[in-house]
């Protein structure tokens, strides 16, 4: 597999960051996950958005997004990987120690792709899962500060099932250890507010623009753990699982995923198209 790093293609066992690059040092950087269709990464454009307003409030100098925009095309075609999950990863650059910020700081800015793992449709189970909220990561920003969610995944993977769905501590649901959460009751579509400093993703704000378009009723706010198991359906959304149906929280049944199929046949036939 070649990644490109800085602009260059490289056998990614070949491809070297430095151990003064801060974002190893200290999490100082950014990153996106993406899903390529047909050797298109879907919603790119929005990703890119997404990337640059972390980037601009933590003043990390980019290229601009056509520079962007053809490094990923560029890996994505000479891999022959047109179906793939890709990684934009992009940190501060190089220092001597915590306090060298430079505004003429060089980035780096490395693209990965990794083949598509094929799990199939069926609901899946999924658990509850308690984390730390002393420990870092979480909110607005998609950055290198990832370990709320490897605490999470970590329990989950223990748990022997795929996602697990993060709590406050008064029981509010926030988000999946690496996904948005959804649930449908009465034909209405809901999803935690982003006010709840949970992350803005690129798929869950495509899938309320898409229940608009449906016609299906739709609301961010917030729900406690009760309320998502007594709801009709439960799914989440990944950039590259997409729309995944849940079939069990913590071993309670939730129902059939009528809505949520909708929502993924409109998914797909978008996405492909594009």
């Known amino acids: 597999m070649l990644v490109n790093l800085n602009g260059q293609l490289l056998?990614?066992?070949?491809?070297?960051?430095?151990?003064?690059?801060?974002?190893?040092?200290?999490?100082?950087?950014?990153f996106e996950t993406m899903r390529s269709y047909g050797g298109r990464a879907y919603l790119l454009s929005r990703h890119l958005r997404r990337l640059r307003d972390g980037a601009d409030q933590l003043g990390i100098p980019l290229p601009?997004?056509?520079?962007?925009?053809?490094?990923?095309?560029?890996?994505i075609a000479a891999n022959n990987l047109p179906d793939c999950a890709v990684r934009l990863t992009v940190?501060?650059?190089?220092?001597?120690?915590?306090?060298?910020i430079r505004p003429d700081a060089m980035p780096t800015i490395a693209v990965q792709l990794r083949p598509l793992l094929h799990f199939g449709d069926?609901?899946?189970?999924?658990?509850?899962?308690?984390?730390?909220?002393?420990?870092?990561?979480?909110?607005?920003?998609?950055?290198?500060?990832?370990?709320?969610?490897?605490?999470?995944?970590?329990k989950v993977r223990e748990a022997g099932v795929?996602?697990?769905?993060?709590?406050?501590?008064?029981?509010?649901?926030?988000?999946?250890s690496v996904s948005n959460i959804f649930m449908v009751k009465h034909g209405t579509v809901a999803t935690p507010p982003i006010e709840l400093r949970i992350l803005p993703g690129i798929t869950r704000q495509r899938v309320l623009e898409l229940a608009q378009k449906l016609s299906i009723p739709a609301e961010q706010r917030p729900f406690t753990l009760a309320e998502l198991l007594r709801a009709d359906e439960v799914f989440y959304t990944n950039s590259v699982r997409e729309i995944v149906s849940v079939g069990g929280i913590d071993n309670v049944m939730i129902g059939a995923a009528t809505i949520t199929q909708q929502l993924l046949v409109a998914y797909r036939n978008e996405a492909m198209v594009r």
């Open 122 to 154: 069926q609901p899946e189970n999924i658990i509850t899962v308690a984390v730390d909220p002393t420990i870092g990561g979480g909110g607005m920003l998609k950055s290198l500060n990832y370990l709320r969610s490897v605490q999470a995944v970590r």
């Open 162 to 176: 795929r996602e697990g769905v993060m709590l406050r501590e008064d029981g509010v649901v926030l988000e999946g």
């Open 11 to 30: 056998p990614q066992g070949e491809a070297r960051v430095s151990l003064f690059d801060r974002g190893f040092q200290f999490g100082d950087g950014l």
């Open 91 to 100: 940190s501060r650059g190089v220092s001597e120690n915590l306090f060298d």
């Open 64 to 75: 601009d997004d056509e520079e962007l925009a053809s490094r990923i095309a560029t890996t």
